[in-house]
């Protein structure tokens, strides 16, 4: 069975900093790559970062220079280091693994105040 666990959201001061956390199990098939996308009231969800299996990044314009995404040494984990946070980054954050499937996590809230 399928599990993506994912933690380290909530409510936060503009300016300020989350970490977010997506541990996976039961994958079938190699990862290829993972990443979080999100989304908020409205609007379609959107790529925030992802990092494939060689460690090749890609960010959405408007978190370069504030996010990092990275991988634990298991592999099967992956973070996002969330920094100066502005109110617009307010959505549902999902994580993302590619593997033979696409596998999607049940998403965590975060919540950015001005």
């Known amino acids: 069975q399928v599990q993506l666990v994912e933690s380290g959201g909530g409510l936060v001061q503009s300016g300020g900093s989350l970490r977010l956390s997506c541990t996976a199990s039961?994958?079938?098939?190699?990862?290829?790559?993972m990443g979080w996308y999100r989304q908020a009231p409205g609007k379609q969800r959107e790529l925030v970062a992802r990092?494939?299996?060689?460690?090749?990044?890609t960010y959405v314009d408007s978190v370069k220079g504030r996010f990092t995404i990275s991988r634990g040494n298991a592999k099967n984990t992956v973070y996002l280091q969330m920094n100066s946070l502005k109110p617009e980054d307010t959505a549902v954050y999902y994580c993302n693994v590619e593997s033979l499937y696409i596998n999607w996590g049940q998403g965590t809230q975060v919540t950015v105040s001005s």
């Open positions: 039961g994958i079938i098939g190699s990862i290829s790559a």
């Open positions: 990092i494939t299996s060689r460690g090749s990044t």
